[in-house]
Every structure is written in C-alpha cells, then in structure tokens.
DNA sequence: AATGTGCACAACCGCAATTTG
DNA sequence: GCAAATTGCGGTTGTGCACAT
C-alpha cells in the first residue's frame, strides 16, 4: 500500500552535495542536456535521486542563477507579485531573471515574512503555537489559515477573501504585462511610457496572436526587465468570464483595461479585492 | 571557551499535473 | 481511454553558521 516511491533511497547519497558531484552532473547535461531526471544519476554514475539532480540543477547549477543580494527592486517585486498570486514561487521566481522559486521561497520565509509582519520573526510567531522550540510551523500565506491539517493546507483551493491568491486550473494564459510604478518606486519597464496596454498570448482559447513585434520584445529582454511577463492559468486566477474575449484583445469588455498594475490587481483579485476599482464597478463576475 | 539560540538556505518529501506508451 | 512514468511545485526539514549568554 502507500505510494511508490520515486526511486528507491537505498544505496542513494543524501544531504549536501559534493564538488565532485556537481561537476559530473554539470558535465553530464552539458554533454547531454536537460531531463529524463529519472534515468540521469544512473547514467550519468551519480547515486542520487532523479529529483535531487533536477532541484541541484535547477536551483544550483544551471547557469544564469544569481545568488543572494536581493535588490531592492527584486524584493519589492516580490513583495507585489506575492500579494498578487500568493505562495506561487514558481510564477514569481519567473519574473526575477535568474532567481529560483527555492530561493525566492526561502528569502521571503525567512526575510520578507519580517518586514511584512512588522519585524515580528515569523518563527517566533510560530514558536508561540509551536512545541518545538527550534522548528518553526510555516508561515500563513495569504488565503491560508494555520489550524488546519497539513495536507489541507496543500494547495488550498479556497483563500480567504481578503486579498485572496486565486488558485485554480484551467485554460493556459501567457501575458506580458508592463509594472506601472508608483512615482519614487523602483523597477521602471522599458515598455511603461506610451505602451500602457496589455499584450496577451493565449493558448488554447481563441487569442490574438502576439504580433512579430510582440514576440520580438519576449525574445529580446533584457536580462534585469522586471517587468511582469506573466505565465499563468487563466482560471487559476478565478479568471472572469466576462473578460476573456477581451483580455485576448488586450482591452477590457469597456475598453478601459490599461495593463497597469491596478488593472491587473482588481483582475487578479476579482469581486472583494479591490471594489472600488473603476473597471469592477457594474461588472458581474462569473467564477469557473 | 562552552553552550544555547536563531537564522539562512540547501535539500527532501509528497502530491498533482502532464506526458508517454 | 488508461496506467505508468516523468516533471513540476509548494511545504517542510536538516544542518551549518553567527551571535548571544
């Protein structure tokens, strides 16, 4: 009974990995390339798990990672997107070139989860509840709640409604979005002035193609654009039904929708999360 | 100097989604 | 259409280091 493992841990080395280790997995995926995780330790002479060579690879190894001294504009980035999409680190990690979700999970439990609760250490928060005195429950992501079973809190398919990460799964979206800065905030877009509008690829709905010029700017950022390039399910963000023609199009139903970020918000947040926003007025919202 | 405590981060685990045969 | 394999993700844990006592 119970569930099969993912490869058998006998004989495996485990815990921290060895020079010697990284530079056979480096060579073998620069000789071979990525994937078939599950077959490369045995290929490659390595004893360690498919899934421990893909995360040392992906978090570690992989070249372009950048490690440690957060920006400023990063963490702000961070900050925005995490209050937009929730514990999503994948999605956020996306739009921080170079970043792994690993370290952008780490950094805010353990940094930002701070500076968000007022300086209040979330391990102490959690040390309060907790018999433990070393090990620290985790923190309450946005839409979460802490008395629940841990496999419920597992992708949680309903948040709380204050400022609610909507997660779902359906139709695949990918946007590029423009960050419009508040004046005095950091992380300016080369696409902000006089570009305010939304650039939309859908697959699997009927989308407007991106144009040539489009894909252009996709192909061809530069490696600090921290503007938000978003990659994400469209009914795993309670998409609104009223809205997905036109988000196609790059224009709200009204032809308001600017891409800014209070546009995206109010669409990301959907009814409750920001009522007074100008294009959620007289909207009817359908959740699927 | 020894010990305790908190922090940061790498790594692991289990589940779900996706792909493959 | 189905089952198995693979991949991806988010939550959790282990461990080493720095600092305080």
Request: net charge negative; charged share 30%.
């Amino acid at each position: 009974m119970g569930r099969k493992p993912c490869c058998p841990k006998e004989g495996l080395n485990r815990g921290a990995w060895t020079a010697m280790e990284d530079d056979i997995l480096v060579s073998y995926i620069e000789k071979h390339g990525e994937g078939k995780w599950g077959s490369l330790p045995k290929r490659a002479g390595l004893k360690r798990c498919g899934k421990s060579c893909r995360l040392r690879w992906l978090n570690y190894l992989r070249p372009g990672i950048k490690r440690g001294n957060i920006s400023d504009d990063e963490e702000e980035l961070i900050i925005r997107l995490h209050r937009l999409l929730g514990n999503r680190w994948s999605l956020i990690a996306g739009r921080l070139p170079g970043r792994t979700d690993n370290e952008i999970k780490n950094y805010w439990n353990t940094t930002l989860c701070k500076k968000m609760r007022g300086e209040v250490s979330c391990r102490s928060r959690e040390h309060q509840a907790s018999a433990s005195p070393k090990r620290r429950p985790f923190l309450e992501p946005i839409g979460t709640t802490s008395d629940a079973a841990p496999e419920a809190t597992a992708r949680r398919q309903s948040p709380e409604p204050e400022a609610s990460p909507v997660r779902t799964k359906a139709l695949r979206c990918t946007t590029r979005l423009p960050v419009v800065q508040p004046a005095g905030h950091g992380c300016p877009t080369k696409t902000e002035a006089g570009d305010d509008h939304i650039h939309a690829e859908q697959t699997g709905v009927k989308a407007a193609p991106a144009t040539e010029v489009q894909q252009e700017q996709r192909d061809y950022l530069p490696e600090d654009d921290l503007s938000l390039d978003l990659d994400f399910d469209m009914g795993e963000l309670g998409f609104l039904s009223p809205w997905r023609g036109a988000i196609a199009d790059g224009v709200a139903p009204d032809g308001q929708f600017g891409g800014g970020e209070a546009d995206l918000e109010a669409l990301l947040l959907g009814p409750g999360g920001d009522d007074d926003h100008p294009l959620l007025e007289d909207m009817e919202f359908a959740w699927f």
